[in-house]
C-alpha cells in the first residue's frame, strides 16, 4: 500500500516557468490537500479537494491551481513561479472532513526552488 | 477563527532528559481535535496522536505520554528518557467538525537530543 505519492522530490524552476507538482492517493481517501511549508511558519493550506470534480481555496491560492478528476489524483499547477513559492509541498488525503477525526495521510514531500 | 500556538520554537536536550512540548489552542467550538504529528530530519509527518475535546484522559504510549486540558486549553506533549532519533520537529494541530474546517497546525517545535 504506497499510501501518498509526490512527484518529483526535488524541482528547481527559473522565475517565470511553470509546472505541475503530482500528487496520487491509493486508499480511496474521499479529500485531499495541499500544503506548504516555510521554514518556521508551519504548514498553510494552499487548496483542497472533497471530491472528484470538486475543489475549493485554503489560506494561500495565489499562484496556484488545481483540479481533481479523479479520486485517486490531485496534482498542483505553478503558474509563472516566483522566488516567494520556494517551499516545500506536501499532498495529503484523508477519508471524511466533517467529524474532524479523521486523520491526514502525508505525502513524502516536494522540495521547490525558485531562481 | 481556530488558533494553534507553539511558543517554544527551539529545544535542545542532552539524551535521556525528559522534556515537554507545548501547545495552546483556540477555538469558540466545543466539538474538536488535537494532533500532534512528527517530522524527523528525511522531511515526512508522521501522526502521533488524536485526542477529541471530550476526551480529557492523559495518554501514554512508550517514552510519550500527553497531557490534554481544556481549562487551559492545553495539549502537552511529554517525552520521557529522550532519545536522538527523537530529535525531531513537532507540530500540534486543532481542527474542529464541519464539513468545512480546516487543519491548522501550530509553527512547530524543533527539538533536537544531543547525545
Known amino acids: 500500500n504506497a499510501g501518498v505519492t509526490q512527484t518529483p522530490k526535488f524541482r528547481i524552476l527559473k522565475i517565470g516557468q511553470s509546472m505541475t507538482l503530482q500528487c496520487t492517493q491509493d486508499?480511496?481517501?474521499?479529500?485531499m490537500y495541499w500544503y506548504r511549508q516555510d521554514p518556521g511558519m508551519g504548514l498553510k493550506l494552499i487548496y483542497y479537494?472533497?471530491?472528484?470534480?470538486?475543489?475549493d481555496k485554503g489560506e494561500v491560492p495565489n499562484g496556484y491551481n488545481v483540479s481533481r478528476s479523479t479520486t485517486e489524483d490531485f496534482p498542483l499547477r505553478l503558474e509563472l513561479a516566483a522566488p516567494s513559492q520556494t517551499s516545500v509541498y506536501f499532498c495529503?488525503?484523508?477519508?471524511?472532513?466533517?467529524?474532524?477525526?479523521?486523520?491526514?495521510?502525508f505525502g513524502a514531500g516536494s522540495r521547490l526552488t525558485v531562481l | 477563527a481556530q488558533k494553534v500556538t507553539q511558543a517554544q520554537t527551539e529545544i535542545s536536550v542532552v539524551e535521556k532528559e525528559d522534556v515537554t512540548l507545548d501547545c495552546v489552542y483556540e477555538?469558540?467550538?466545543?466539538?474538536?481535535?488535537l494532533f500532534w504529528y512528527k517530522q524527523p530530519p528525511s522531511g515526512e509527518l508522521v501522526f502521533l496522536i488524536r485526542?477529541?475535546?471530550?476526551?480529557?484522559q492523559n495518554e501514554i504510549s512508550g517514552r510519550y505520554s500527553w497531557n490534554f486540558q481544556k481549562s487551559t486549553s492545553s495539549f502537552n506533549f511529554t517525552i520521557t528518557a529522550s532519545q536522538v532519533v527523537d530529535s525531531a520537529v513537532y507540530f500540534c494541530?486543532?481542527?474542529?467538525?464541519?464539513?468545512?474546517?480546516?487543519?491548522?497546525f501550530g509553527k512547530g517545535i524543533t527539538l533536537s537530543v544531543r547525545p
Open positions: 495529503a488525503s484523508s477519508p471524511g472532513q466533517w467529524s474532524g477525526a479523521n486523520v491526514l495521510t
Open positions: 486508499m480511496n481517501h474521499n479529500y
Open positions: 479537494s472533497v471530491g472528484a470534480g470538486i475543489t
Open positions: 477555538t469558540r467550538d466545543t466539538t474538536y481535535y
Open positions: 485526542r477529541n475535546s471530550f476526551d480529557e
Open positions: 494541530a486543532l481542527k474542529v467538525t464541519g464539513a468545512n474546517s480546516k487543519l491548522t
